[in-house]
């Protein structure tokens, strides 16, 4: 059987519902850049058959920056980074408001809430909660929020404020997780996604790619993201930021990305599957065949890095003859660059609840995770 006939078998696989073998997953990783076409060409009957052209586009705001005791080797955030990032408390409502504003001026469906640190305080929970309420009254967005570790009862309190989904990503498999990370567990990172499916809420994980992972590692973290039935899969690449612990890594070429999105979309047939944090810097002028396997990605600045200016993303989008998906609320104007609101103060004052730090502050006990929608 020819490589072409082969990717084409996998498409035929992953329609019909059934996964592929280690082997055959291993061989899209592993496949000649000459069949590259034929292998996205494949890919993209998968995602046709489940997405149509339609592209789905977030915005992400950083809530809260900075301030974490986490040791995640690729997180200007982190307790060990040197990285030169605005480090802030919880924005105030006005502030996450008008970043919804700008969200939809974007053409984003969805809204991405994230915060830094170990996990959020009851204050902090029901502070997004209710803003979650206004942004669902006032521009009708998606809303997933990516806030750290979950305590009992926190995805409760999410769910009725109006979070329609929470992110919490694997970020790499297993047998890779004690590289990247030490202070948490991947079992930690299963249980707040646990906690979030057992409160109604729709799951959001992914992974990041360029970390030191094997093929094996990925094949692993497809296979637990299918069994989480994640409904949204975000590949971040890996920005080696100046200042954290992988800043020398530099792993990818634009052809492994796009072998990486080609298997996941085999491996997750149903699930939205995004093109996330640093694509600019690792796809860079082969972006466009991305959706081809992705039918989604962020139209926004990332963490703590800067993403592609909205208007390239919506001309990309337009010259592929695919369409962007609006939101609940939509509106006839020109989608307008949204303004950046990194660093600006307005954030919760410093009072604390319940023995929780001061808003800003990480907590001192318990696992935890740190936010990372998009690096």
Request: proline fraction near 3%; hydrophobic fraction near 40%; aromatic fraction near 6%.
């Amino acid at each position: 059987m020819s490589h072409a006939a082969a990717y084409e078998s996998f498409a035929d696989t992953a329609l019909a519902g059934d996964s592929l073998s280690r082997e055959d997953a291993k061989s899209v990783l592993n496949a000649s850049d000459a069949d590259l076409l034929g292998l996205m060409h494949a890919a993209f009957r998968v995602r046709r058959a489940h997405f149509g052209t339609k592209v789905q586009l977030y915005y992400l705001k950083n809530a809260k920056s900075g301030l974490c005791p986490e040791d995640c080797r690729y997180c200007s955030q982190g307790r060990d980074s040197s990285a030169a990032i605005d480090k802030y408390p919880m924005l105030s409502a006005d502030r996450l408001l008008a970043g919804a504003a700008d969200a939809a001026k974007a053409g984003a469906k969805t809204y991405c809430i994230v915060a830094s640190g170990r996990g959020p305080s009851n204050r902090e929970v029901k502070h997004v909660a209710d803003v979650a309420t206004r942004i669902k009254q006032e521009h009708g967005l998606h809303i997933c929020a990516c806030l750290g570790l979950l305590k009992e009862g926190q995805a409760e309190v999410l769910k009725a404020g109006g979070v329609d989904r929470i992110n919490h990503n694997l970020n790499t498999g297993r047998g890779n997780h004690d590289e990247v990370v030490t202070t948490h567990t991947y079992d930690d990172r299963l249980a707040t996604l646990k906690k979030a499916r057992e409160a109604g809420l729709e799951l959001c994980s992914g992974l990041i790619v360029g970390m030191g992972e094997s093929s094996d590692d990925l094949i692993d973290a497809a296979h637990e993201l299918r069994e989480l039935q994640a409904e949204s899969v975000p590949i971040n690449f890996l920005h080696a930021i100046d200042g954290t612990m992988f800043e020398k890594r530099r792993e990818l070429d634009p052809r492994y990305c796009l072998k990486v999105l080609a298997l996941y979309r085999f491996l997750l047939p149903t699930a939205e599957l995004r093109v996330a944090g640093g694509r600019e810097v690792n796809l860079r002028s082969l972006q466009p065949l991305a959706l081809y396997a992705a039918n989604s990605l962020f139209v926004s600045d990332y963490l703590t890095t800067a993403g592609q200016a909205a208007s390239e993303d919506h001309k990309m989008i337009e010259d592929l003859g695919f369409e962007v998906v609006l939101s609940g609320v939509e509106s006839d104007a020109e989608f307008a660059e949204p303004e950046s609101a990194a660093g600006e103060p307005g954030g919760l004052s410093p009072q604390t609840d319940e023995g929780s730090p001061a808003a800003g502050a990480c907590e001192t006990s318990g696992a935890g995770v740190p936010a990372a929608c998009g690096v």
